[in-house]
């Protein structure tokens, strides 16, 4: 296996691509953080935080099963760039949010962005291993792995400085330039991101997906792998009090975008600290299932942290694992799946996932004016501990995950 960071400096598609996401989610954030600032402040109500949240994942996770069949059967770069620009027109609809009478404005911009991003995921998930040689997949997975996180860092730290100092305008205007950079990079990739199709097979969508769910429902290792991140996602309804926590603790804007900063680096150190697991099928179930219980052990942590520094490294350290189940179930799916399905199968992942994420955050809307915030935080990592107990219950008997294939059961190398 090489150094994980030389696939960048030896692969100038990849390089392009891994810039691409690192815009792209560094544009997500300056849009996210100062809004669930912005949106309280507007309407007196945490509500419209939580439900930009929710609205940002159910969207996705309920078009994800037509956008991974279309990752699969249309060229991808196509989708990374047209869904950046969908991006960047939908984003200029948040400088009309100026007041709780235009703050339903912000879900619908929220919402037409969520849709790009429907397509985006698992178009960029599919293409990964087309633009590394095999030998350089796991490496590449952990430095793509590391984008999220890293644009967490810095996109909600800067957001929520940004936002405070400037004001959440700027931060969108910020945003619009991101997506068109991303736009731009991703059209500069010189690799096909996908094998060759025969265009017989085109259109037929439905068809296709029902093709996907009966590959995943004939294989245990597959269908545990699309469900370990629903664990994590079933928790996520911890971020819709993070302004709540900043501002309890006199921390405003700034400690919010803290809060999710932290949140980013823990994403970021978990899949590069964790990598050797990588090389190790043995360990990658049983350590699924203790990404999963560290989460909640570190959010249980958070809901009675008396100190601000204190629940930032428990924050630090939930994400930390939850990064790490990202990236683990992401690799092994790329390791037993074929690529004329992985777009689709993928699409049933994140869209699993993305539900869970979707479920909790709605839950926690409902609860947020209600219930002292400690209390959702708890429940939160409880549910995620829960699932992650029932989880290895149920696949421990199963085999380990097989290693990546070798480079003839992959796409010839192309420069």
């Not at 929710?54 to 990752?71: E, F």
């Not at 037993?336 to 926690?364: C, K």
Request: proline share 6%.
């Amino acid at each position: 296996m090489p150094t994980a960071f030389s696939v960048l400096t030896r692969n100038r598609d990849f390089r392009r691509l891994f810039a691409a996401e690192l815009v792209v989610f560094g544009a997500d954030w300056f849009v996210m953080v100062p809004l669930l600032v912005l949106l309280p402040e507007l309407t007196g109500s945490g509500a419209w935080g939580a439900l930009v949240l929710a609205a940002d994942t159910g969207i996705i996770a309920l078009l994800l099963p037509y956008t991974g069949t279309v990752a699969d059967r249309v060229d991808r770069r196509k989708i990374l760039v047209l869904a950046n620009l969908a991006a960047f027109v939908s984003v200029l609809l948040l400088f009309a949010v100026r007041s709780a009478a235009t703050a339903p404005l912000a879900l619908v911009a929220v919402g037409a962005i969520a849709v790009s991003k429907a397509f985006y995921s698992p178009a960029a998930s599919a293409a990964l291993p087309n633009v590394v040689d095999p030998a350089d997949l796991a490496a590449a997975n952990t430095v793509a792995g590391s984008a999220w996180g890293t644009m967490t860092v810095v996109g909600a730290s800067l957001g929520g400085v940004v936002s405070s100092v400037f004001s959440p305008y700027v931060c969108f205007g910020v945003t619009a330039v991101l997506l068109l950079t991303g736009t731009v990079l991703t059209a500069l990739i010189r690799r096909p991101l996908q094998a060759a199709q025969g265009g017989a097979e085109k259109g037929q969508s439905l068809r296709a997906m029902f093709e996907a769910l009966r590959y995943i429902a004939a294989r245990p290792r597959v269908r545990a792998l699309v469900t370990v991140k629903s664990a994590v996602g079933l928790g996520n309804g911890v971020l819709t009090v993070f302004p709540l926590i900043a501002a309890a603790h006199g921390a405003g804007a700034i400690g919010a975008g803290l809060l999710f900063a932290l949140r980013g680096a823990g994403a970021l150190v978990g899949p590069l600290v964790m990598r050797p697991v990588l090389n190790r099928p043995a360990w990658l179930l049983p350590g699924l299932a203790l990404s999963m219980g560290l989460y909640g052990v570190g959010y249980l942590g958070v809901a009675f942290a008396p100190w601000f520094p204190l629940v930032l490294a428990l924050v630090f350290v939930a994400h930390f694992a939850g990064g790490t189940n990202w990236v683990l179930s992401n690799f092994a799916l790329q390791a037993e799946i074929p690529d004329e399905l992985r777009g689709r199968i993928f699409a049933v992942d994140m869209m699993l996932a993305t539900l869970a994420i979707a479920i909790s955050q709605l839950g926690a809307s409902v609860f947020i004016d209600r219930v002292d915030s400690r209390i959702i935080l708890a429940t939160c990592a409880l549910i995620t501990l829960s699932y992650a107990v029932g989880w290895r219950i149920a696949t421990r008997r199963l085999a380990p995950v097989a290693p990546a294939p070798e480079a003839s059961d992959r796409p010839a190398p192309r420069e």
